[in-house]
């Protein structure tokens, strides 16, 4: 492989490695929240509080891999 595309390949790999890290700190920005939010739980809010997380994370994926920035957790 040439230098040029040597460098391409790792452009692209450090492109998706700072998606994955904005993604994992979004991850753990919402989890901080919730447990901030909610405290303890019962087994019920602890399910519906797990769904709600589940789509804001899969929105703040798509979102980021989409070029975006992610979303800030709601208060």
């Known amino acids: ?5 040597n460098r391409k390949w790792v452009d692209e790999l450090i ?4 998606k ?6 979004s991850t ?9 939010r909610n405290g303890d739980l019962s087994t019920e809010n602890s399910i ?3 769904n709600c997380f589940r789509k804001e994370t899969t929105l703040a994926a798509v979102i980021i891999d989409q ?5 800030q957790p709601q208060p």
């Open 20 to 25: 994955f890290l904005d993604v994992c700190g």
């Open 1 to 5: 492989m040439s230098h040029q595309q």
């Open 67 to 71: 070029g975006g920035s992610s979303p």
């Open 28 to 36: 753990g920005d919402m989890l901080s929240h919730i447990k901030e």
């Open 48 to 50: 519906t509080t797990y």
């Open 15 to 18: 492109g998706e490695l700072v």
